[in-house]
């Protein structure tokens, strides 16, 4: 079969553009959010300085900013907001207190129900609060059970991602090639119309992870089930009135116990004194120390010093100093608005009232820039230390911005928890039964978690992701002008033309691989709804029903377990359990050739392909 001809400026130069936004955003140098508005601003640019008719319509800017408002976007961030409710209730929390009983009896049987649980709601609710929820459960039960971590935590966290395909609101991305098909006149498709194909693609891979997953991880060095005490960088702040003013290093190490390491002192604005032995100190140096927890408030007060943070010195003129101080260790979740900034930038203190005594990354010393730690650029899997009321310890437990790790600590519950979930199980009830759509039923379900109090304003803006809107949107964009110039047309001609002569099912698993490939670098969301049109364009060429090659983009999309980037899951996951990226290709790369296997036949059964 001959390869089509090239298609006109217009469709060359959306394509050029579609790989020019792949490649931006596999950058991780670039944040997500200006790569998309960029695709945006060059779309609405070169359709506005060059008008492009199609189908009778010309198409302009405007065209490309209708994603702001598409009714896929308006469902997801609904969808985020009623989730968010879910998790400020701690509606989800009795159940992680569930599976910590059960796994005392029975942990093999116990990793089983865990990875199905979790699976299973992840079809219905936002991953990233599951994983938040059972990441602490899972290290505190395999530290009193002698498992290591590192077997379970990826298996959880993978079922995250398995469960999420099995549905229409299991996933952005699901919702948004469900809504593009819609846009481009194909058969509607129910939020359970291919719950079977997925649920029983998914039992292989629920058995994957229990069974073989455990047995091809080894045992790592969990950061957050370490029984010793972990190393941090903090600052040791010597006031007036401190023993080891006067004193050189080597005295001051000496009054300490002798088991200070000091890695510089600092002095002033910008000004630092190498830490050799005679070094004398002086009052109001800075001591840049590493050392356990304990040992760094062993130093504190031996010396009469305190542990220091972002300018703020913690004493009794501090309000963070009350009876009941506790110290905690947090962790930097993926995609937190605290990610990629500083301390300062966020206004820790003001935030949360709790000031940072020190932060950890793993492999890594991290010592300050300029003034102290609140200098210092936050990355996911970062665990800071702080320091502050045991309440406000306990309301960042609530908050899934960031991961608490105390496995002692009760779990929250609150009075509207129950209220919560019923509106959860109305608004999925109203969509599934086909009253209103998902994205009606979804703003109702705000509205509700509003009036009810489960949720306030403030807390329903902080659940919407600038990364994620931008990101549908630019997709949408390009989504929208390769249709209307026939670069997906072409596209899909090239497609049939290189896989000439193979059986249609062939053509479907190479679809469903091509798009798995891409979710592995790119965003999941933008590979999707490029995608989307091409795979509908390649059905209507080989006269096959468009809807197993819609299904074969959405399964194909969430085949993104292969490398610890391909999902802020597996980021986050990665940090809790120390895992190496090899980790992930080892358990990752054969279960996504399974997975791509069992879709592949399961789609080529049910729509007789």
């Known amino acids: 079969m001959n390869f089509p001809a090239l298609p006109d400026p217009h ?76 998790v400020r209730t701690g509606a989800l929390e009795p159940l992680g207190g569930l599976l ?32 938040v929820l059972l990441l602490p459960v899972l290290i505190s039960v395999s530290i009193r059970t002698r498992m290591s971590p590192s077997k379970v935590l990826m298996p959880m966290g993978i079922a995250t991602l398995l469960g999420g395909t099995a549905t229409t609101i299991g996933t952005s991305t699901n919702l948004l090639v469900v ?26 891979g629920i058995i994957f992870l229990w069974l073989v997953a455990p047995r091809l991880l080894p045992k790592r060095s969990t950061p957050l089930a370490d029984a010793s005490p972990r190393i941090f960088t903090a600052h040791l702040y010597l006031p007036n009135d401190s023993v080891a003013v006067g004193m050189t290093l080597s005295e001051a190490d000496k009054k300490a116990g002798g088991q200070m390491k000091v890695l510089r002192v600092e002095r002033g604005e910008g000004l630092y004194v190498t830490p050799f032995p005679d070094a004398r100190l002086k009052a109001g140096d800075r001591l840049l120390i ?132 019923m509106i959860m199980i109305a608004v999925i009830l109203a969509a599934a039964l086909g009253i209103v759509p998902i994205a009606i039923s979804a703003m109702c379900g705000v509205l509700a978690m509003i009036v009810t109090r489960c949720l306030n304003w403030r807390e329903a803006a902080g659940a919407l992701n600038a990364q994620v809107i931008l990101v ?15 670069g997906a047309e072409f596209l899909a001609r090239t497609f049939v033309a290189a896989t000439f002569g193979a059986p249609p099912l062939v053509v479907l698993g190479g679809l469903i691989m091509l798009m798995g490939v891409l979710t592995n670098v790119v965003s999941s969301n933008a590979a999707a709804v490029i995608g989307t049109p091409i795979a509908a364009s390649i059905a209507q060429q080989l006269g096959q029903p468009p809807e197993a090659f819609v299904l074969a983009v959405i399964f194909g999309s969430n085949l993104c377990y292969a490398t610890p980037l391909a999902h802020k899951i597996n980021v986050l996951v990665m940090a809790a359990g120390g895992y190496t990226f090899g980790d992930f290709v080892r358990v990752g790369l054969p279960l996504a050739l399974i997975m791509w296997l069992s879709y592949t036949g399961l789609l080529g059964y049910f729509y007789g392909i």
């Not at 790569?35 to 609405?44: P, Q, T």
């Not at 979790?118 to 609710?125: H, I, R």
């Not at 481009?184 to 693609?201: H, Q, T, W």
């Not at 549908?472 to 026939?486: I, K, P, Q, R």
Request: net charge negative; with cysteine; glycine share 8%.
């Open 472 to 486: 549908v949107v630019a997709s949408l964009g390009l989504g929208t002008a390769l249709l209307e110039t026939g």
């Open 290 to 421: 590493t050392d356990t927890p304990n040992n760094l408030k062993r130093f504190e007060k031996a010396l009469g010093a305190t542990l220091y943070s972002g300018g703020v010195e913690v004493d009794e003129d501090n309000p963070l100093r009350a009876e009941d101080q506790q110290i905690s260790e947090i962790v930097v979740v993926s995609g937190s608005p605290i990610e990629g900034v500083t301390l300062k930038d966020v206004r820790f203190i003001d935030r949360y009232q709790l000031v940072v005594l020190a932060i950890h990354r793993a492999g890594k010393k991290v010592t300050a820039i300029g003034s102290g730690m609140g200098d210092v650029e936050l990355q996911a899997g970062d665990v800071l230390l702080v320091q502050g009321p045991a309440q406000q310890i306990a309301a960042l437990r609530r908050d899934d911005e960031m991961l608490v790790v105390d496995a002692t600590a009760d779990l929250p519950h609150t009075s509207r928890s129950p209220t919560a979930v």
């Open 100 to 131: 910590a009983r059960m796994w005392q009896a029975s942990p093999m049987l116990s990793l089983l129900l865990t990875i199905v649980i979790a699976a299973t709601l992840s079809a219905f609710v936002n991953n990233t609060p599951i994983v």
């Open 11 to 86: 469709a060359i130069t959306v394509m050029i553009l579609t790989l020019v936004a792949l490649a931006l955003f596999m950058r991780d140098k670039i944040p997500l959010e200006t790569s998309s508005m960029a695709v945006i601003a060059m779309l609405a640019l070169v359709f506005e300085i060059f008008p492009y008719v199609s189908h009778g319509h010309v198409v302009r800017a405007i065209d490309f900013f209708h994603g702001f408002g598409h009714e896929a976007l308006v469902a997801v961030c609904a969808l985020m907001i009623v989730g968010q409710g879910l």
């Open 179 to 204: 809504s593009v098909a819609a846009d481009m006149g194909l058969r509607p498709i129910g939020m359970f119309d291919f719950i079977v194909p997925a649920a029983l693609a998914g039992a292989v």
